[in-house]
Nanobody, 118 residues
Framework: QVQLVESGGGLVQAGGSLTLDCAAS????????MGWYRQAPGNQRELVAT???????NYADSVKGRFTISRDNAKNTVHLQMNSLHPEDTAVYYC????????????WGQGTQVTVSL
């Protein structure tokens, strides 16, 4: 059974930093693309960042230069370093996994709340 467990969310002031962590289990981690998505109240879930099995990264325009996604294949973990946080970054952040050869992200964590105050 595949499980993705996020941690590291919380409350931070604008301009501050947080690091989100996601631990994967129940699947061979290395071949898969990992992603972070977020959903704010009243909004659709949106892509934040992705990282391929080879380490190629992709970011939403709104977070480029502020967020960094990374992965540790030895530990089956993916991380999202978030700097210069804005109140509009407030959302529930979800870790996701797209299996190699599959077109969609079909495994999701339970989400972790990030709240950025003024």
């Amino acid at each position: 059974q595949v499980q993705l467990v996020e941690s590291g969310g919380g409350l931070v002031q604008a301009g501050g930093s947080l690091t989100l962590d996601c631990a994967a289990s129940g699947i061979i981690f290395r071949p898969n693309t990992m992603g972070w998505y977020r959903q704010a109240p009243g909004n659709q879930r949106e892509l934040v960042a992705t990282i391929s099995s080879g380490g190629s990264t992709n970011y939403a325009d709104s977070v480029k230069g502020r967020f960094t996604i990374s992965r540790d294949n030895a530990k089956n973990t993916v991380h999202l370093q978030m700097n210069s946080l804005h109140p509009e970054d407030t959302a529930v952040y979800y870790c996701s996994l797209k299996r190699s050869g599959f077109p969609v992200y079909d495994y999701w964590g339970q989400g972790t709340q990030v709240t950025v105050s003024l």
